[in-house]
């Protein structure tokens, strides 16, 4: 069965330092891998996506992933963290069944401090 | 501007009682979604719709009910069988040719009085 694992459900990092959330995926094929973005108490934002181009993508604010099929990995990164991206980001795959009903992880809060 | 727009931002339900959440959007997309999101956990589907007129089940349809007359419309009922329907309920939609790039709307915030 197909499977989204987040592997933290909190990180937090200083303002200026770099930032990582993990993504780990299982599926019977390599398939679209998303990274959505939610501030607190609105809607999602999606902040970058690979389908199958180069394995490095770049999304918007500075974010990056990378793909690593031999792995099933899609961490999601960033050089180096501002207090606006204290957020809950989410790691994406569609379903094998219908590409319209996607997959999600639980989810990674990540916390700014000062 | 487009978007999705969802309304009320809060909406309180009775016991017994059905209420309806509404999403609209003007981005000309074709499919459109509606979630349910708890604390702690992902999103999850309740029912999605490619094309006016038609509409499929989602993971947790049970005590929800939806329609899609227009295009540009796609509400959600949550009736008196869903029993615990405290949530925030997310509307998206997306383009057919890439349904994994989906614009969501602000949410709309039920609880149960």
């Known amino acids: 069965a197909q499977s989204v694992t987040q592997l933290d459900s909190h990180v937090s990092v200083s303002e200026g330092t770099p930032v990582l959330l993990r993504c780990n995926y299982s599926?019977?094929?390599?398939?679209?891998l998303f990274w959505y973005v939610q501030h607190p108490n609105k809607g999602l934002q999606l902040l970058l996506k690979?389908?199958?181009?180069a394995t490095l993508v770049k999304g918007i604010n500075g974010f990056e992933a990378e793909f690593k099929k031999s792995e099933t990995s899609f961490h999601l990164t960033k050089p180096s963290a501002h207090m606006s991206d204290a957020a809950e980001y989410f790691c994406?795959?569609?379903?094998?069944?219908?590409?319209?009903?996607?997959?999600w992880g639980a989810g990674t809060k990540l916390i700014i401090k000062p | 501007d487009g978007g999705i727009t969802q309304s009320p931002k809060y909406l309180f339900r009775k016991e017994g009682q059905n209420v309806t959440l509404s999403c609209e959007q003007n981005?000309?997309?074709?499919?459109m979604y509606w979630y349910r999101q708890d604390p702690g956990q992902g999103l999850r589907l309740i029912y999605y719709?490619?094309?006016?007129?038609?509409?499929q089940k989602g993971d947790i349809a049970e005590g929800y009910s939806v329609s899609r007359e227009k295009k540009e419309s796609f509400p959600l009922t949550v009736t008196s069988a869903q029993k615990n329907p405290t949530a925030f309920y997310l509307c998206?939609?997306?383009?057919?040719?890439?349904?994994?790039?989906?614009?969501f709307g602000p949410g709309t915030r039920l609880l149960v009085l």
């Open positions: 981005l000309n997309h074709d499919a």
């Open positions: 998206a939609s997306s383009p057919n040719w890439a349904p994994g790039t989906q614009y």
């Open positions: 719709s490619q094309i006016v007129n038609d509409f």
């Open positions: 994406v795959i569609p379903s094998e069944d219908s590409n319209y009903q996607l997959i």
């Open positions: 690979y389908t199958s181009a």
């Open positions: 599926s019977s094929y390599s398939p679209s």
